[in-house]
């Protein structure tokens, strides 16, 4: 409400943009291929937020490749406590182990840049130290390369939105803009955010949990249409 109530004072910055939509029942790819190239272009850094991560084999393996090259990628999606699909969160975290797995490889590990590899954090909608949760799920869907290009809209990292839902998409080439974006990522959204280790993703990968390891299975027989 207080956010509302403050005037609305836009400051328009110039930006060389491109506006794109995907609509897979007419075969349309778009968003899909800008992420890809995005990803290869990419030479320092690649900051991926979406709400629902459950990435595809090409997209995996854009984001190892992206490691092998010494781009810091740093993927923000949400936990199962946030996310309104939690299942699709269970299932997805089942690739997490093998998008870090690139981190062990000499390619990765020569890097002399700092922080090389993938990262991957969770959304807790909490600060660190903090018991209650003060915010719901994260529902953004961006990305920033290079604090140069940066991708805006609404088209989520899972199958629904590469195979079933239309979406749309800006990509916009701006420094200063890219900027603020990235700044939202590291001082506002990793905040409320979780890094996940490799026990863990391990762990994901195949749980001890008799609960999880069934809703994992359960959830894996739908895995297309989530």
């Not at 290869?40 to 990435?55: G, H, K, S, T, V």
């Not at 490889?105 to 840049?113: G, L, M, R, T």
């Not at 200063?176 to 990968?205: H, P």
């Amino acid at each position: 409400a207080d956010l509302a109530a403050l005037p609305f004072q836009p400051d328009y910055v110039p930006a060389r943009s491109r506006f794109f939509q995907s609509r897979p029942r007419l075969g349309e790819t778009y968003i899909t291929q800008a992420y890809l190239k995005l990803i290869a272009d990419a030479r320092e850094e690649a900051l991926i937020a979406n709400a629902y991560f459950l990435p595809s084999p090409e997209l995996i393996e854009a984001v190892k490749d992206a490691a092998r090259r010494c781009v810091r990628v740093i993927i923000l999606t949400n936990s199962p406590e946030t996310n309104d699909l939690p299942d699709l969160t269970i299932v997805g975290r089942g690739y997490y182990m093998d998008i870090l797995s690139v981190n062990q490889e000499p390619a990765v590990k020569n890097c002399e840049c700092e922080d090389p590899g993938v990262q991957i954090w969770e959304w807790q909608g909490r600060r660190a130290g903090e018991t209650e949760r003060s915010q719901g799920t994260i529902h953004a869907k961006y990305a920033v390369f290079d604090r140069l290009v940066s991708l805006v809209g609404s088209h989520n990292l899972d199958p629904r939105s590469d195979k079933l839902n239309s979406e749309s998409a800006i990509v916009f080439e701006s420094r200063e803009l890219s900027d603020q974006l990235a700044g939202l990522f590291y001082v506002n959204d990793m905040v409320f955010s979780k890094q996940i280790s490799v026990d863990e993703a391990k762990e994901f990968k195949t749980p001890s949990d008799t609960f999880y390891r069934l809703r994992k299975g359960f959830g894996g027989l739908f895995e297309e249409h989530l």
